[in-house]
């Protein structure tokens, strides 16, 4: 009696093994090792396999069994084992997709650089013109403040539109060189006739 519980115990045990065995025989005859391609994707690969079975092979199915990291990097000779057998059947995650997806050209930025070249010419353009006509304007309110812009005007050694001694005018009193001259003296003097209307506005003479 003793010995039949003995021999039952061991035919029990043996079963198990057989049966282990033939579970483990059976989900490797249910594994495909599939080889990548070049333009090959999870989810294509997926479909493959889904159109060739019953099974639903699911791209999480092949991630989790190969322990990939990363579902969207595959490389070309990898070999991929696919369980035909144990597939699971979740919905592959959003972030699953084409390799070729994650080739995206960044937006050139030429037009913002077209716009700024166009604008500074008339910046400048309008910069000087503004700066001409301060200056005409500056001349000529010097020239009616001094003379009442009259180029025959005198006070004294003072002569002319600008109010110029004569040995700055060396004898030619002409329009034409008072203006001539008045122009040399601003400038070596205040830079400009902008600049020597500030000082008579200061001083009362430039």
Known sequence: MKLN????KFSV????TVAA???LAVKA???DVYTVKSGDTLNNISATYANKTSNDVSVNAIVKEN?????NLIYVGEQLTINTDTAAKATPAANTASTTTTKVATPAATPA?????????KSTVSTATASTTD???????IANKESGGSYSARNGQYIGKYQLSSA?????????????????YVTSRYGSWSAAKSFWLSNGWY
């Open 5 to 8: 519980k003995k021999m039952t």
């Open 13 to 16: 045990a043996m079963v198990a």
């Open 21 to 23: 065995g033939l579970g």
């Open 29 to 31: 005859a249910d594994a």
């Open 67 to 71: 322990k990939i990291s990363n579902a």
């Open 113 to 121: 650089k077209a716009a700024t070249t166009t604008v500074a010419p």
């Open 135 to 141: 200056s005409s304007s500056a001349k000529a309110w």
């Open 168 to 184: 700055y005018l060396n004898g030619d009193y002409s329009a034409a060189n008072q203006e001539k001259v008045a122009n040399n």
